[in-house]
């Protein structure tokens, strides 16, 4: 809330955030993370909205190590 608003005219804006994934990985990965893993994403969905974005750069499928390829599937982006 506001200062100086009143409970009748108070409006909260909903936020907008725009979320960039780490090395190697993808916006559709960071949604996994933040949504299946961390639960943080139901924790801000009442405030925000996420926007995830992919890195610039397109990466082989063999980018990450087996092991976290099966956690956290191709494509893979770089900034």
């Known amino acids: 809330r506001r200062c100086g608003t009143t409970a009748a005219n108070t409006h909260m804006t909903r936020l907008r955030i ?18 299946d893993l961390a639960n943080l994403g139901a924790s801000l969905a009442d405030l925000a909205t996420l926007d995830f974005v992919d890195g610039g750069h397109r990466l082989g499928d063999d ?3 087996e ?13």
């Not at 725009?18 to 996994?32: E, I, P, Q, V, Y």
Request: charged share 20%; hydrophobic share 45%.
């Open 18 to 35: 725009l979320c960039f994934h780490s090395f190697r990985l993808s916006g559709d990965n960071m949604r996994k993370q933040l949504f």
């Open 63 to 65: 980018a990450l190590p």
């Open 67 to 79: 092991r976290l390829q099966a956690l956290f599937p191709p494509p893979y982006f770089e900034w």
